[in-house]
Structure formats: structure tokens, C-alpha cells
């Protein structure tokens, strides 16, 4: 059973960059579709970005295409998050999800097998 620990959230002022990594450990993320959602304090999870185990397509919601990006590494079996332009409704805890026989339908949470424990991102205006 694949963990996951998401680590490289943070405070800082609206207009910065943050990357957040998912490093799993028990599997590969190369036998994965992986995704990355985020919740704030009395909100729904929402989709953020996804990337598919085969091929590598990448997914993003309306809400922060052009400013993240998904990304994966397989030597160091590692998912990225890379948000530029922060806002403050970016502020949230991000979470790292994997799905393990499903590798399409990303943006939906039911699809996903395993979850992170999050890290918090809180952007300043």
C-alpha cells in the first residue's frame, strides 16, 4: 500500500511561488494516476491538477490553469505542484492522491485509492 507525505507549504505574500512535492514511499508513481486537491476551513476538497500514469497528460481546473503545474518525477518517485501568481483564495491545505486502477474522470475525487496527510498554504494579500 503506496504512502504519501507532501511536504513545501507555507505563508508568503500574494504574487509569489510555492512547489509542493509528494514524495510516496511502499510503490512507484509511475504505477499511478496522480492528483493534487485542496480544502479550505469549511469548504469542499476541490480538484487542482492531475497527471495520468500513462502518457503523462496533464489536467487543471479552470481556477488555476496558466499559473500551476503538475509534474513527475521517477527517479526520486516524487509528484510536484508548482503554483506561481498566488492568490488569496489559493489559500488551503493541498492534498496528494493516487489512483491505482483508474486513469481517467481525474478531477473527480471517488477515483482516488490514497490521500496525503496535506500541507498548508496560506497566501497574504
Known amino acids: 500500500q503506496v504512502q504519501l507525505i507532501e511536504s513545501g507549504g507555507g505563508l508568503l505574500q500574494a504574487g509569489g511561488s510555492l512547489r509542493l512535492s509528494c514524495a510516496a514511499s511502499?510503490?512507484?508513481?509511475?504505477?499511478?494516476?496522480m492528483g493534487w486537491f485542496r480544502q479550505a476551513p469549511g469548504k469542499e476538497r476541490d480538484f487542482v491538477a492531475a497527471i495520468r500514469r500513462s502518457g503523462g497528460d496533464t489536467y487543471y481546473a479552470d481556477s488555476v490553469k496558466d499559473r500551476v503545474t503538475i509534474s513527475r518525477d521517477t527517479a526520486k518517485n516524487t509528484v510536484y505542484l508548482q503554483m506561481n501568481s498566488l492568490k488569496p483564495e489559493d489559500t488551503a491545505v493541498y492534498y496528494c492522491?493516487?489512483?491505482?486502477?483508474?486513469?481517467?474522470?481525474?478531477?473527480?475525487?471517488?477515483?482516488?485509492?490514497?490521500w496525503g496527510q496535506g500541507t498548508q498554504v496560506t497566501v497574504s494579500s
Open positions: 492522491a493516487a489512483a491505482s486502477t483508474i486513469d481517467y474522470g481525474l478531477g473527480d475525487l471517488s477515483v482516488y485509492d490514497y
Open positions: 511502499g510503490g512507484t508513481v509511475s504505477s499511478y494516476a
